[in-house]
């Protein structure tokens, strides 16, 4: 998996792995609509139009990026149905379950730091 467009140096990889480690799980969380994506589909499938829905203003494209991004990274399942019209589905993998800590974690820090109403 890659970390950013020109990678990292075997040399700094080898005596930075920490620093490593959290560029590659920033790598994967980056894009505007990535995390809610993912707090989205937290404990349950949902289809295309679903998660479009939810975001609101967000283009087709632009959604469809961020679901590629997130599939190729291996954080997402993406499910066909051949049936008319097909179905798509998204679902998390074991994978990006293990990513719901780091954003459970954003939340919590959210929700103490955050602009009180």
Known sequence: MKVCNEGFEQEFMD???????IALTQNVLSGRWKYFILWYLK????????????LGDLSQGSLT???KELENDGVIKRDVYPEVPPRVEYSLTDKGNKLLPILE???DFGKEYGEKP
Request: glycine share 4%; proline share 0%.
């Open 105 to 107: 974690k954003m939340e």
């Open 15 to 21: 005596e930075n792995r920490d620093m490593y480690a």
């Open 43 to 54: 404990g349950e499938r949902r289809r295309y139009t679903d998660i479009k829905k939810f």
């Open 65 to 67: 990026k961020q679901l």
